[in-house]
């Protein structure tokens, strides 16, 4: 039997540790997070979390691999998408390739900007 991507994302779920905005941000003065966004370029250019790094769910065991920035098993990563599912297969992809310290973000990046917490949205470029 086919299993679909949502019961994927709810296993995902449940082998990884989920933070909600709010504890996200209550945790920052504790944690120096390396915020990961992997949702695809065009989201990501539309707004993002400040600091966040851009590595779409489909190249991410890839460009982790070939980055020796990312070789730190035991580096705080915050990883968020759009809604929480993305984010939660590729923490549970991530805590499989070693790492110690993956939090996906509960709600994603929607629930982050409807607390209306800090977004960067690049400025559109003007050919005048």
């Excluded at 994927?8 to 209550?26: F, H, P």
């Excluded at 945790?27 to 790094?53: Q, Y």
Aim: contains cysteine; aromatic residues 8%; charged residues 15%.
């Amino acid at each position: 039997m086919l299993k679909s991507a949502h019961e994927l994302v709810m296993t995902a779920k449940q082998q990884v540790k989920e933070l909600a905005t709010n504890a996200v941000v209550a945790s920052m003065d504790d944690t120096s997070w390396t915020i990961l966004d992997v949702r695809e370029p065009d989201e990501f250019a539309a707004g993002h979390l400040p600091g966040a790094v851009n590595v779409p769910r489909g190249m991410l065991e890839f460009r982790l691999s070939a980055n020796p920035a990312w070789q730190n098993a035991a580096l705080p990563v915050l990883v968020y998408c759009k809604t929480g599912g993305r984010s939660a297969l590729a923490a549970a992809t991530m805590q499989a390739m070693g790492y110690e310290h993956v939090v996906s973000m509960a709600g994603g990046f929607d629930a982050w900007a409807a607390a209306s917490l800090p977004v960067v949205t690049p400025a559109p470029v003007s050919f005048e």
